[in-house]
């Protein structure tokens, strides 16, 4: 880790961690889940997980952090002893990356010492909650981008180096093609993309002169901006001019459109570029573009190869919340102990016990039906015509970790899921309908622990 994380942690979490230690630390079991999918979307995209395992392989104490910790002057002394020689020694049970979950679907969950499990909570969460977000996003905004380039233009919008960082890698997973920040791209091994900044075109006495100067600099990949003074009247047609001229030494060349009425923009664009014999020449365009305003562009017939995504994709601006939980499920004490948790708002009770979740596929179509929610322990019950896959893995045992995906990896499985998703739940403009269910003795645990609660 390039930062020492040990302090990202609510503060309740080392109270709490402190009272389980000097009372009763027993082993227990928290699930992490969502309740609501945002932008009303039909589901989400599992990441963050890489993170979560980086940082509890580097989860240490320095003795300045005990040090804080003991002015607080609540903690036990035994208890900071004990973070000092911290190391996390629980089982942690996850979907892989990039895998497709629904609302109220345990993503990972934690088996440890409460004591343990409680101080993993802030940055699971923040993890979680942030990079399936962002990954979310770039997979609605690729969906509307009908099989054109969506590359991440956001770093410079992120909230913080970290978001900028970290969405790279989720948006990347999400599908975007590539990413503008640099340092991601090394971190990550994401392709990398840029263009050119108005700044470059105005530093120039003329616009032709921008234009040919860096068509000498870089004949790879010379993509021109031409909106800095007027677009068509005068952008394009100094762009015309130097690709005409330069063609030859031309790898790969293009105009970007950072304003104005795109859709319009491009099919004129398009029209005067064909006419000079440049139909290799493609168009990008940028600026505040979200799934909404592509799919947009798309239906009425934009002449774009390739759309650049910042701050709408860097923030899910139109939804910026998912709403990740922690929450106790089960406890070891004579055997497993189930725990729910109760509300007056129905879709905030919880599914006790440790779980599974499988999914049931089609065996003609290999499409996706349904998922059913099992306790740990039961045995299966599924129809043997169908195909079951157990979503979830094993990511730490013992405190070992046993599975890290890369960007690559995760983003490649996410491809795969998807393409097992009905069509209905890939529409933008209506939520899909896709079932979840709790195995028959599940549901039954579920309603005597209700019972049991007077809830009714």
């Known amino acids: 880790m390039l930062k020492n994380l040990s302090l990202l942690c609510d503060f309740y979490e080392f109270t709490m961690s402190n009272g389980y230690f000097k009372s009763d630390d027993k082993f227990c079991y928290f699930d992490v889940f969502f309740r609501k999918v945002p932008d009303n979307g039909s589901f989400v995209i599992a990441a963050g997980i890489n993170s979560v395992v980086e940082y509890i392989q580097n989860l240490k104490f320095k003795k300045s952090d005990i040090a804080y910790l003991r002015k607080e002057k609540i903690f036990d ?26 609302a109220n679907e345990p993503i990972l969950t934690v088996r440890a010492r409460a004591s343990q499990a409680q101080l993993l909570e802030t940055f699971i969460l923040l993890s979680i909650n942030h990079q399936s977000l962002i990954a979310t996003k770039a997979n609605r905004i690729v969906r509307a981008a009908q099989g054109k380039t969506v590359l991440e233009f956001g770093a410079r919008r992120a909230q913080g180096a970290d978001a900028a960082l970290s969405g790279a890698r989720a948006a ?50 010379a993509i021109l901006l031409v909106d800095t003074y007027n677009a068509l009247k005068s952008g394009l047609v100094n762009a015309i001019k130097i690709f005409k001229e330069k063609k030859a030494s031309l790898k790969e060349y293009g105009i970007r459109i950072d304003s104005g009425n795109l859709c319009e923009l491009s099919k004129k664009a398009r029209n005067m570029l064909d006419k000079e014999g440049l139909k290799d020449c493609k168009i990008v365009v940028s600026g505040s573009l979200d799934e909404k305003e ?28 998912l709403g990740c939980v922690y929450k ?67 990511l730490f045992k013992n405190g070992k970790a ?19 998703l009905d069509k209905s739940l890939l529409d933008l403009k209506k939520q899909g309908n896709y079932e979840v269910f709790l195995s028959n003795k599940l549901a039954k645990m579920k309603d005597r622990l209700l019972k049991m609660k007077g809830w009714e």
């Not at 046993?402 to 097992?420: D, F, G, V």
Request: glycine fraction near 6%; charge should be positive.
């Open 77 to 102: 002394e035994n208890f900071l002893n004990y973070l000092l020689n911290f190391k996390f020694d629980g089982d942690i049970y996850s979907v892989r990356e990039g895998e497709i979950v629904f």
């Open 172 to 221: 990347y997973i999400g599908g975007v093609a590539g990413t503008s920040c640099t340092l991601a791209s090394k971190l990550y091994k994401i392709p990398v993309s840029g263009t050119m900044a108005h700044s470059w075109v105005q530093m120039f006495d003329s616009e032709e002169e921008a234009f040919r100067k860096y068509c000498e600099l870089y004949p790879q990949k």
């Open 294 to 321: 592509i799919l947009k562009l798309m239906e009425n017939g934009a002449k774009i190869d390739a759309f650049g995504v910042g701050e709408k994709l860097i923030t899910s601006k139109s939804s910026p919340v």
């Open 328 to 394: 106790l499920v089960a406890k070891e004490e004579n055997g497993l102990k189930p725990i729910i948790k109760i509300s007056e708002s129905t879709e905030k009770i919880s599914n006790p016990y440790f779980k599974k979740v499988f999914r049931i596929y089609d065996k003609k179509t290999n499409i996706a039906l349904y998922d059913k929610i099992f306790m740990a322990d039961e045995k299966l019950e599924y129809d043997k015509d169908f195909v079951i896959e157990n979503l979830h893995i094993q």
């Open 402 to 420: 046993l599975h890290k995906p890369s960007a690559k990896e995760s983003r490649k499985y996410t491809k795969k899921q998807i393409k097992r």
